[in-house]
C-alpha cells in the first residue's frame, strides 16, 4: 500500500524540493501541494491522507496551529528553518522535524521512520514483531524491541530503560497502555511500577529481580505470577 501524501509551504522553492525528494521513493504518493496553508488545511478535512509535510512558520496559520487544528491527524513531518520552532511544546505526534534547507540524507532518514511507523500501525501486535513507536520529545522515536531492559512507571510518564543508550526513552503513557503494545510471552509486568523484557532477567532471589546489566528490581505480591512461572516443577 502506498502512503498519500501532501505537502504546505508558502515557499514554492520548499515545496518543489519536497515534490523532488518524494518523486525518489516509490512508496509514496503526493496527492497535492499547497503554498496557501488555509487551502491547505481545508483539503485535509476533506481528504484522507496518511502523510502531511508543513512549514511551521507560515502566515494565517502556522503548522502547529494547522495540525492541532485537525480532528483526524495524519502522520506529520515538520519542516522549519528555525530550530527553536522544533521545540515548541506541542502534542502533536510528529514522526520528525526538518531544518531548512533540508538535505536528501535527513529527509530521507524522516521517510523511512514514516514508512516503519505507517507499518507499525496498520498491522497488530504480533510474537514476530521487532519494534514500537512512542511519542518523545516531540517526535515519534523508534525502538528495537531487543534492546529494551525494563520500563519505569512514574505519575504520567514512562521511562524506558535501553541497554544501547545511556539515558532512557521518556514517554507520556502509562504502563498498561506500553504493555498492550508489546508482544505476549516477552515482556512481563513485575510490580505497579515495572514491566521487564524476560530475556533480560539473570536471576531471582526471593522477590527480587536481578537484570544481565546488574539493576535489581522488587516484584509484589500482586505479580508472584511472575515468580512461579521461573520455578522448575
Known sequence: ???RCVAID??????ELVKEY?????ELTLIQVFDDAILGKDFLIEQDIDLLFVD?????ITGLELVAGLEKKPMVIFTTAHRKFALEGFELDAIDYLLKPI???????AIRKAIDYFGFRTKPVTQNQEYIFVRSEYRMVKIDLKTIEYIEGLEDYIKIHLTDVPHPVLTLLSLKGILEQLPAGQFSRIHRSYI???????SILKKNVLLQ???TLPVSNTYQDFIDKWQPD
Open 196 to 202: 521487564v523484557s524476560d530475556t533480560k532477567v539473570k
Open 103 to 109: 538535505d536528501f540524507e535527513r529527509f530521507s532518514k
Open 213 to 215: 546489566s546488574g539493576v
Open 22 to 26: 518524494v518523486s525518489r521513493f516509490p
Open 1 to 3: 500500500m502506498r502512503i
Open 10 to 15: 508558502d515557499e514554492p522553492l520548499a515545496l
Open 56 to 60: 511551521i512558520n507560515m502566515p494565517d
